[in-house]
T-cell receptor
Framework: GENVEQHPSTLSVQEGDSAVIKCTYS??????FPWYKQELGKRPQLIID?????GEKKDQRIAVTLNKTAKHFSLHITETQPEDSAVYFC?????????????FGQGTELSVKP | DAMVIQNPRYQVTQFGKPVTLSCSQT?????MYWYQQKSSQAPKLLFH???????NEADTPDNFQSRRPNTSFCFLDIRSPGLGDAAMYLC?????????????FGNGTRLTVT
């Protein structure tokens, strides 16, 4: 089955700097890669996702890149703000008829210092 | 505007005393999931329903059961809670399984076992 590795486990940046979180996946059939943000005591919320037919996707200060050959994808946050502080989870899944359940990475605790 | 609603937010039960957590959705999604999340860890999938079809993860203990009486509701039953079952339990829904169906999480139920 799918296995997703996420690094780093913790990340501390100064406000205004960029933050990058990286994930690798094992199943070459995976074709959907969402990122979730979870603030303390709250539910995970989808912030951006990418499908395997696209190499990069951007939404304001957030971007995700995907390298299918290397089986890794990354989350990039530019101009970080204190409210970006949270735990971020990457995930991967395939199609349902290929066992396409969402498998999460271990999470990255991002701390943005004012 | 909550679309996936979990009750209660906090649940305390005694060691060995059965407990039921509930989830309802207004999205009319086909799939409902139960995840277990322990502190600083990724959500771990316990099982999911695709419509009425129940799908158990291989490593989900027999102590955990689920019911989905209709499209809108899904229940998690823990038959004999142990101290190790203390966690946040997240319900999620998706229209389908796979690349075009992001997960929508509820706010979770935090279970304490005394």
């Amino acid at each position: 089955g799918e296995n997703v590795e996420q690094h780093p486990s913790t990340l501390s940046v100064q406000e205004g700097d960029s933050a990058v979180i990286k994930c690798t996946y094992s199943d070459s059939a995976s074709n959907y890669f969402p990122w979730y943000k979870q603030e303390l005591g709250k539910r995970p919320q989808l912030i951006i996702d990418i499908r395997s037919n696209v190499g990069e996707k951007k939404d304001q200060r957030i971007a995700v890149t995907l390298n299918k050959t290397a089986k890794h994808f990354s989350l990039h946050i530019t101009e970080t703000q204190p409210e970006d502080s949270a735990v971020y989870f990457c995930a991967a899944s395939g199609e349902w008829n290929q066992g396409g359940k969402l498998i999460f990475g271990q999470g990255t605790e991002l701390s943005v210092k004012p | 505007d909550a679309m996936v609603i979990q009750n209660p937010r906090y649940q305390v039960t005694q060691f060995g005393k059965p407990v039921t957590l509930s989830c309802s959705q207004t999205l009319n999604h086909n799939v409902m999931y139960w995840y277990q999340q322990k502190s600083s860890q990724a959500p771990k999938l316990l099982f999911h329903y695709y419509d009425k079809d129940f799908n158990n993860e291989a490593d989900t203990p027999d102590n955990f059961q689920s019911r989905r009486p209709n499209t809108s509701f899904c229940f998690l039953d823990i038959r004999s809670p142990g101290l190790g079952d203390a966690a946040m339990y997240l319900c999620a829904t998706s229209r389908d399984i796979g690349a075009n169906s992001p997960l929508h999480f509820g706010n979770g139920t935090r279970l304490t076992v005394t």
